[in-house]
């Protein structure tokens, strides 16, 4: 069984940042494109961001300036730096390989 670990969720006041890393073992993560979803209370889970190997980026259009996806290809870690947060980005948070392996998630709760 593939396990993707994430971690760094959180409780954060509106403008403020979180930084989100995921875990995965390198022959899956080498590979791998690699992204962020989310899912809000009551909605779809979402793609937020994902990287390819070779590091390009791509970002779904309510984060574009506001979060960057970088990945350590040596370390096999993928992170999500959130910057200005808005309430309206609450929710679980999933790391994702290859469309295909997900992680536990991990709570973001933005307060107004």
């Known amino acids: 069984q593939v396990q993707l670990v994430e971690s760094g969720g959180g409780l954060v006041q509106t403008g403020g940042s979180l930084t989100l890393s995921c875990e995965a073992p390198?022959?899956?993560?080498?590979?791998?494109?690699m992204g962020w979803y989310r899912q809000a209370p009551g909605r779809q889970r979402e793609l937020v961001a994902d990287?390819?190997?070779?590091?390009?980026?791509r970002y779904a259009r309510f984060v574009q300036g506001r979060f960057t996806i970088t990945r350590d290809n040596t370390k096999n870690i993928m992170y999500l730096q959130m910057n200005s947060l808005k309430p309206e980005d609450t929710g679980v948070y999933y790391c994702?390989?290859?469309?295909?392996?997900w992680g536990q998630g991990t709570q973001v709760t933005v307060s107004s």
């Open positions: 990287i390819t190997p070779g590091g390009t980026r």
């Open positions: 994702n390989a290859q469309t295909v392996y």
């Open positions: 390198g022959n899956i993560f080498s590979p791998s494109i």
